[in-house]
């Protein structure tokens, strides 16, 4: 990536049942110009090389606004370092982190100076279930890039 260039991508599953599905999204800014693709991973159990990938539309819309709203909702400095340690101050010990579902998520952020990787399990669950406050960025993070391909908030 060049000086001004930035990709955010964000994978999550749908595991825990008998067919698996991944998504995957990218967003691209190369010289000065947006990018978004939008993938789906499908595997069944106990099959050999059963991987189907779907290619789908994003949504075509002002992505200069939305990388500003991702500014806007932290996406440069979310922090799933302290993630553990977080939820079982908040009374999800990791035994019992089943409830928030199977969901997770990964983002990943790439500039010409930048590489990061952080990784939740469902945020909206342990923000407005479990009441971790720490949540509410990465809720509103994940939320805004699922918006581009017609998905509701997350899990």
Same mark, same amino acid.
């Given at each position: 990536?060049?000086?001004?260039?930035?990709?955010?991508?964000?994978?999550?599953?749908?595991?825990?049942?008998?067919?698996?599905?991944?998504?995957?999204?990218?967003?691209?800014?190369?010289?000065?110009?947006?990018?978004?693709?939008?993938?789906?991973?499908?595997?069944?159990?106990?099959?050999?090389?059963?991987?189907?990938?779907?290619?789908?539309?994003?949504?075509?819309?002002?992505?200069?606004?939305?990388?500003?709203?991702?500014?806007?909702?932290?996406?440069? @400095?979310?922090?799933?370092?302290?993630?553990?340690?977080?939820?079982?101050?908040?009374?999800?010990?990791?035994?019992?982190?089943?409830?928030?579902?199977?969901?997770?998520? @990964? $983002?990943? $952020?790439?500039?010409?100076?930048?590489?990061?990787?952080?990784?939740?399990?469902?945020?909206?669950?342990?923000?407005?279930?479990?009441?971790?406050?720490?949540?509410?960025?990465?809720?509103?993070?994940?939320?805004?890039?699922?918006?581009?391909?017609?998905?509701?908030?997350?899990?």
């Amino acid at each position: 990536l060049s000086k001004g260039d930035i990709q955010i991508k964000l994978w999550f599953n749908s595991g825990g049942k008998r067919v698996n599905t991944a998504t995957y999204i990218a967003l691209t800014k190369h010289d000065e110009k947006w990018d978004a693709s939008y993938y789906t991973f499908i595997s069944y159990p106990r099959q050999n090389d059963s991987i189907i990938v779907g290619k789908k539309e994003t949504v075509r819309l002002n992505y200069d606004s939305l990388y500003k709203q991702l500014l806007h909702d932290s996406l440069m @400095t979310l922090n799933s370092d302290t993630i553990n340690q977080l939820m079982d101050n908040g009374g999800q010990y990791s035994y019992l982190w089943l409830d928030s579902g199977p969901t997770n998520y @990964t $983002i990943q $952020i790439l500039t010409d100076t930048h590489r990061q990787t952080v990784n939740f399990k469902c945020p909206k669950y342990f923000f407005y279930q479990a009441k971790i406050a720490e949540f509410e960025n990465p809720l509103k993070v994940i939320s805004s890039i699922l918006k581009i391909i017609g998905l509701n908030e997350p899990c």
